[in-house]
């Protein structure tokens, strides 16, 4: 009677566990879970099966890289690439006259 990957709770949402659903959104299990409990992705499933809506999470994946929770521009909350290089003064050195 209930669908294959959903939780139940609605028809039609599809939810996924915590490991598969770090997988999806290219974060660790434990991103996902400090999402969940910040409120940033609706968690689903028995108490102990967490699920989560795969569509909420792409939704979230796609606003985080653009604009992070800090508000930081050009910073994203995604891992994987090298950190920002340093930027340079152009204008001498410090101390000169």
């Known amino acids: 009677m209930s669908t294959a990957g959903s939780s139940g709770r609605r028809s039609g949402v599809r939810t996924v566990p915590t490991e598969l659903a770090a997988l999806a959104a290219g ?3 434990a991103t ?3 999402w969940a409990s910040r409120g940033k ?10 699920e989560y809506d795969l569509d909420e999470l792409r939704a979230l994946v796609a606003g985080s890289s653009r604009t992070p929770s800090d508000g930081t521009p050009g910073h994203t909350t ?7 290089a340093p930027t340079r003064r152009q204008n001498g050195a410090q101390g000169q006259p």
Not at 41 to 50: C, E, I, S
Not at 78 to 84: A, E, T, V
């Open 78 to 84: 995604q891992p994987g690439g090298p950190p920002p």
């Open 41 to 50: 992705l609706t968690r689903h499933g028995a108490p102990q099966r967490a």
């Open 32 to 34: 996902i879970r400090k």
């Open 27 to 29: 974060v660790s299990p």
